[in-house]
């Protein structure tokens, strides 16, 4: 267990969280305020990389969305930042360790559709790792997973299927593709791009594959929601910048909020699953 792990449950008086959330660029809000039980600044968790970027806050809160324990990550710290890949490892075995059953990370993609514009949500159904980095690579931390470890069902499709059905009765429109991570810290070429959609990508971004991959490695399912914040480049004569990035989560943000906290409020574990 990571110390940051065991200092999070002395604090929280081994409350352990049913489900971890993490927040993509320009997601703040995710408890109010009356339903926070404790908030943890990252610089607290000695195995917490610190974020650098605006629209990161940078703390592990636990609260309560209907009877459920959720632990939020406001912010999260990625590979362009100049953190060792391998660092990226411990929050999501942090999570792990607490308790959680099941992640939900988010994020900020460009589309590589132009039938799914800016404010659209995606529900990630697989992913390319195009970044050229992996935060597994180095020796296996045996306690946690196999060295070889299976990505068959990287965004776990019990649970995918939930989130599917509650947008449906929520009428959330919600699409499903493919997220390429590329490493940043640019936007990709329009080149890029183009060589994106030939390999069969939907969404593009800078961050959660790396979490996706411990999460599966550890045994702790995850699922996936990109927020559009752009058609991405070459695709429109606007140039991209962070700027717009949060502009556009944030005015996507009760959307995918909302369809989290619903899914939250119904979902149904998967007692019998290989993932438990
Ligand atoms: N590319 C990469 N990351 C992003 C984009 C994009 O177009 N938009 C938001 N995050």
């Known amino acids: 267990m990571f110390p940051s792990s065991k200092k999070f449950l002395d604090i929280t008086n081994n409350n352990s969280p049913d489900v971890a959330v993490i927040l993509g660029s320009g997601l703040t809000n995710f408890f109010d305020d009356q339903d926070i039980i404790e908030s943890v600044s990252y610089e607290e968790l000695e195995d917490f990389p610190q974020p650098t970027v605006k629209g990161h806050a940078g703390k592990l809160v636990l609260g309560k969305i209907n009877n459920l324990n959720v632990v939020c990550m406001y912010g999260r710290s990625h590979i362009y930042e100049g953190h060792n890949p391998q660092s990226l490892a411990a929050p999501i075995r942090v999570l792990k360790d607490i308790g959680s059953k099941l992640l939900i990370v988010t994020n900020a993609a460009g589309s590589l559709d132009e039938n799914m514009p800016a404010g659209s949500l995606m529900a990630i159904k697989d992913h390319i790792n195009w970044s050229g ?6 020796t296996n931390a045996e306690s946690y997973g196999p060295r070889f470890h299976d990505m068959s069902d990287g965004y776990h499709k019990f649970y995918r299927e939930q989130l599917i059905d509650i947008a449906r009765k929520t009428n959330q429109k919600l699409y499903e593709g493919i997220y390429c991570m590329y490493s940043g810290p640019n936007f990709e070429t329009p080149a890029e791009i183009n060589a994106l959609k030939v390999i069969g990508g939907n969404a593009v971004g800078m961050s959660t594959v790396p979490e996706v991959l411990v999460a599966n490695h550890c045994s702790l399912p995850v699922i996936g ?26 005015l996507a943000e009760n959307n995918v909020l909302n369809l989290i906290k619903q899914f939250i409020c119904e979902v149904q574990f998967d007692d019998s699953s290989r993932n438990n």
């Open 133 to 138: 980095f992996n935060p597994l690579i180095g």
């Open 225 to 250: 929601i990109s927020v559009i914040t752009n058609l991405a480049a070459g695709m429109n004569k606007t140039k991209l910048s962070h700027q717009e990035t949060l502009e556009n989560a944030s």
